[in-house]
Nanobody, 118 residues
Framework: QVQLVEAGGGLVQPGGSLRLSCAASESIASIVVMAWYRQDPGKGRELVASITSRLSTNYADSVKGRFTISRDNAKNTLYLQMNSLKPEDTAVYYC????????????WGQGTQVTVSS
């Protein structure tokens, strides 16, 4: 069982920046995919960005050029650098991990609130 704990959310003005982090309870070296999702009240959960164990990344069109996902295997931590934030980025952001040990296991963090408002 991998536990994921997000941090770094908060209130920021439009155009500002935040960096989210997701600390895993064990080594992430064997975790094949890690990702950030977000969910606004009344909407479904959407993929923001993902990164594989080979450091291949993928971004939602709405955040390309503004957000950067990265992982530090030595620190067992996933990051999301968010720049040029917009009000529409307001949501609860969730950390996600897929681990394959014979079978595939999926894990979610508890979420961290990001609010972009003046």
């Amino acid at each position: 069982q991998v536990q994921l704990v997000e941090a770094g959310g908060g209130l920021v003005q439009p155009g500002g920046s935040l960096r989210l982090s997701c600390a895993a309870s064990e080594s992430i070296a064997s975790i094949v995919v890690m990702a950030w999702y977000r969910q606004d009240p009344g909407k479904g959960r959407e993929l923001v960005a993902s990164i594989t164990s080979r450091l291949s990344t993928n971004y939602a069109d709405s955040v390309k050029g503004r957000f950067t996902i990265s992982r530090d295997n030595a620190k067992n931590t996933l990051y999301l650098q968010m720049n040029s934030l917009k009000p529409e980025d307001t949501a609860v952001y969730y950390c996600y991990a897929t681990k394959v040990v014979g079978l595939q296991y999926q894990y979610w963090g508890q979420g961290t609130q990001v609010t972009v408002s003046s």
